[in-house]
């Protein structure tokens, strides 16, 4: 009889870290266990998403600190263009605004280097089945920001937050300018720096984001 074809894994992995010690330990630890397989490995994003094309993985170990395109630009294309793989960041680095940048770049989990294995083994899992997590410290960091800070828009002047408000009800930047006694210029300069601060290429997009904040509802 024909030896029996190997059954597919339940979770492909891609290892993607600048350091091949961090990857070798790594793919030591995956293969102990059940289920998973780690099919690909990189040492930079551009790597990441030429083995991703490849191998069409469950999950996307991902570190962010990388020389070339860095672990963020990485997550991003592959939220995007791959966007049945779940990236896990695993990085030393738990500064907010990383955080931040990671998980609006699409990344379904973060850990840090010092979790322990089982940590790593559940996150893998979850993500792999569509959860979200964090490790205890991250985790604590996002409740944190949400509850010392709700204001949605926290990049934005007082008077940029006001020009906002009275777009989101409606007001062109004529009614913008009449109603906080300045000429369109002013306005104008405003709207730009909004746009930029908010990452939206038109007057649409900064609208439905204010709207959906709870903006322009005076009357």
């Known amino acids: 009889m024909a030896p029996q074809e190997r059954a597919r894994p339940d979770i492909r992995v891609i290892l993607v870290d600048d350091h091949?010690?961090?990857?070798?330990?790594?793919?030591?630890?995956l293969d102990t266990l059940a289920g998973m397989e780690v099919v690909a490995e990189a040492g930079d994003g551009?790597?990441?998403l030429r083995e991703v094309a490849l191998n069409r993985p469950d999950v996307v170990v991902m570190d962010l600190r990388m020389p070339g395109t860095d672990g963020v630009e990485a997550t991003r294309r592959i939220a995007r263009e791959h966007p049945s793989a779940a990236v896990l960041v695993l990085t030393m680095f738990d500064d907010d605004s990383l955080i931040g940048e990671a998980l609006r770049a699409g990344a379904r989990g973060y850990?840090?280097?010092?979790?322990d294995q089982d940590e790593i083994e559940r996150a893998i899992r979850a993500v792999a089945a569509g959860?979200?997590?964090f490790s205890r410290e991250v985790a604590g960091r996002l409740v944190g920001a949400v509850t010392a800070d709700p204001d949605p828009f926290p990049g934005l002047t007082p008077r940029?937050?006001?020009?906002l408000d009275l777009m989101a009800g409606g007001a062109s930047n004529a009614a913008v300018a009449e109603r906080l006694g300045v000429v369109g210029k002013t306005v104008g300069n405003h709207v730009s720096s909004i746009f930029l601060k908010l990452g939206v290429a038109t007057r649409v997009e900064a609208v439905v984001m204010a709207?959906?904040?709870?903006?322009g509802r005076h009357g």
């Open 111 to 115: 850990l840090l280097k010092r979790a």
């Open 211 to 215: 709207r959906d904040a709870g903006l």
């Open 131 to 133: 959860q979200a997590i």
């Open 46 to 48: 551009d790597g990441a």
């Open 160 to 163: 940029e937050r006001e020009v």
């Open 20 to 29: 091949p010690v961090v990857r070798r330990g790594l793919a030591a630890l």
